[in-house]
């Protein structure tokens, strides 16, 4: 379902990040405040603290702080928001965000879902594992992390996140 223009989360890019998280889209919530992983119910920033990404836990409307921490945001789809299966698959946009990335050129992508690594790569989540991919030439590394949305609670560690953490503190 497309969200108003004035309700997309902006992207949080500059050039030579050394991490970028990348959903699949922003949570209706998101949309609504204009600031990443926004539900209450969301463990990204308890994640990111825990994991060893951050120094501190942030708080959804400090967002834009973590660029300054050499840490961006983005989504696939910059049109729409809701959980993944609402998210219209015509307004996902792949090569877009491969042009994001060549363009910014991060050390480091991580997928904060299956299905936003799954629809990057093109093929089901079944197929894709949690962690650290096998590095493709002409992409930054690539690390696919649990979704921390409450909705997604069953399939939760904090393993990948710590694994990701490990890496770009190296």
Same mark, same amino acid.
């Given at each position: 379902?497309?969200?108003?223009?004035?309700?997309?989360?902006?992207?949080?890019?500059?050039?030579?990040?050394?991490? @970028?998280?990348v #959903?699949?889209?922003?949570?209706t919530?998101?949309?609504?405040?204009?600031?990443?992983?926004? /539900?209450?119910?969301?463990?990204?920033?308890r994640?990111? /603290?825990?994991?060893?990404?951050?120094?501190?836990?942030?708080?959804?409307?400090?967002?834009?702080?973590?660029?300054?921490? #050499?840490?961006?945001?983005?989504?696939?789809? &910059?049109? #729409?928001?809701?959980?993944?299966?609402?998210?219209? !698959?015509?307004?996902?946009? @792949?090569?877009?965000?491969?042009? &994001?990335?060549?363009?910014?050129?991060?050390? %480091?992508?991580?997928f %904060?879902? &299956? &299905?936003? !690594?799954?629809?990057?790569?093109?093929?089901?989540?079944? #197929?894709? !594992?949690?962690?650290?991919? @096998?590095?493709?030439t002409?992409?930054?590394?690539?690390? @696919?992390?649990?979704?921390?949305?409450?909705?997604?609670?069953?399939?939760?560690?904090?393993?990948?996140?710590?694994?990701?953490?490990?890496?770009?503190a190296?």
């Amino acid at each position: 379902m497309p969200a108003p223009a004035s309700h997309r989360l902006l992207d949080q890019l500059r050039p030579n990040l050394r991490l @970028v998280f990348v #959903g699949t889209a922003a949570s209706t919530r998101s949309a609504e405040l204009g600031h990443y992983y926004a /539900h209450p119910g969301n463990r990204f920033w308890r994640a990111i /603290h825990e994991a060893g990404i951050t120094p501190r836990r942030y708080q959804p409307n400090e967002f834009a702080e973590l660029i300054a921490l #050499g840490i961006g945001f983005t989504d696939l789809c &910059k049109t #729409g928001a809701g959980m993944d299966h609402q998210i219209a !698959a015509e307004t996902i946009d @792949v090569p877009g965000f491969r042009a &994001k990335i060549e363009e910014y050129r991060p050390r %480091t992508i991580a997928f %904060t879902s &299956k &299905k936003a !690594a799954s629809l990057f790569y093109g093929r089901p989540s079944s #197929g894709i !594992a949690l962690g650290r991919q @096998v590095r493709e030439t002409r992409l930054p590394e690539i690390f @696919v992390l649990p979704s921390p949305s409450g909705a997604a609670s069953g399939s939760w560690t904090l393993e990948p996140w710590r694994e990701l953490a490990a890496w770009i503190a190296a």
